[in-house]
């Protein structure tokens, strides 16, 4: 593992008057700094890189599938979108899962192009080839209460930085009974997930990293979820 500091530079916000302008400044200039971590690692031309944030999982056999055959790159992995657990999945009245549009693969030889950065391939969404399958795990909001207030401290998206959002009784009512902490897009006021909303899903549907299946005091993690069953008491449940 290499680790880079990243420091301040080429943080400078274009547009002051912006909404949260240097925020998303800062995160776009902390994601190019794996640059200085793959060529301190000697990655070769033909090296596979994955461009992800922490909580976007993606299984060991993808990333075999992408190192060991000819997949066209750049590429996006697309996964389902879970929040505060893999008990909520984002999903379509239809049944069929919200799909979040990444991480994104490539080739180190497509980021050393001029003018090419992780950041610009983060943003190929949807408009690069799909991996074949919905591989991955986007795993938003985990790991309770605490943790989700110093995450929105902390992160890019400061609109959700207001005390509605982040009071400990509201996030905890998210929880318990899945609902997203803000009904709308804080940043243009759009419907979220194209309508999709949080389901719960029942625990024999669940599609789970193995690290999870097989070292699940890892993720443990008492939040309060009601049963499958409407009526039924609320049940203690392990991430």
Same mark, same amino acid.
């Given at each position: 593992?290499?680790? *880079?500091?990243? *420091?301040?530079?080429?943080?400078?916000?274009?547009?002051?008057?912006?909404?949260?302008?240097?925020?998303? +400044?800062?995160?776009?200039?902390?994601?190019?700094?794996?640059?200085?971590?793959?060529?301190?690692?000697?990655?070769?031309?033909? *090296?596979?890189?994955?461009?992800?944030?922490? *909580?976007?999982?993606?299984?060991?056999?993808?990333?075999?599938?992408?190192?060991?055959?000819?997949?066209?790159?750049?590429?996006?992995?697309?996964?389902?979108?879970?929040?505060?657990?893999? /008990?909520?999945?984002?999903?379509?009245?239809?049944?069929?899962?919200?799909?979040?549009?990444?991480?994104?693969?490539?080739?180190?030889?497509?980021?050393?192009?001029?003018?090419?950065?992780?950041?610009?391939?983060?943003?190929?969404?949807?408009? +690069?080839?799909?991996?074949?399958?919905?591989?991955?795990?986007?795993?938003?909001?985990?790991?309770? +209460?605490?943790?989700?207030?110093?995450?929105?401290?902390?992160?890019?998206?400061?609109?959700?930085?207001?005390?509605?959002?982040?009071?400990?009784?509201?996030?905890?009512?998210?929880?318990?009974?899945?609902?997203?902490?803000?009904? +709308?897009? /804080?940043?243009?006021?759009?419907?979220?997930?194209?309508?999709?909303?949080?389901?719960?899903?029942?625990?024999?549907?669940?599609?789970?990293?193995?690290?999870?299946?097989?070292?699940?005091?890892?993720?443990?993690?008492?939040v309060e979820i009601p049963e499958e069953i409407p009526?039924?008491?609320?049940?203690?449940?392990?991430?």
């Open positions: 593992m290499v680790a *880079d500091i990243a *420091d301040d530079e080429n943080t400078t916000c274009p547009d002051p008057a912006e909404h949260n302008c240097k925020h998303w +400044v800062r995160e776009r200039s902390q994601r190019d700094q794996v640059m200085q971590g793959l060529r301190a690692s000697h990655a070769r031309p033909e *090296d596979v890189v994955m461009v992800s944030d922490l *909580d976007e999982l993606v299984p060991r056999s993808a990333a075999r599938a992408l190192s060991e055959c000819q997949t066209p790159l750049p590429l996006t992995l697309p996964s389902e979108l879970f929040f505060y657990s893999f /008990r909520w999945r984002i999903t379509h009245a239809s049944g069929l899962p919200f799909i979040w549009y990444h991480p994104q693969a490539t080739s180190m030889e497509h980021l050393s192009r001029t003018s090419m950065t992780p950041s610009k391939v983060r943003s190929y969404g949807s408009d +690069v080839p799909l991996f074949r399958f919905l591989v991955g795990w986007h795993c938003t909001y985990f790991g309770g +209460v605490a943790t989700i207030r110093q995450k929105i401290a902390a992160y890019t998206h400061q609109e959700m930085n207001v005390a509605e959002v982040t009071d400990k009784d509201h996030i905890q009512r998210c929880i318990t009974s899945g609902q997203t902490l803000s009904a +709308v897009n /804080r940043l243009n006021n759009a419907t979220l997930h194209d309508g999709a909303t949080l389901t719960l899903q029942p625990s024999w549907a669940l599609r789970r990293p193995f690290l999870y299946l097989s070292n699940p005091e890892l993720f443990s993690l008492e009526g039924t008491k609320f049940q203690k449940y392990s991430l």
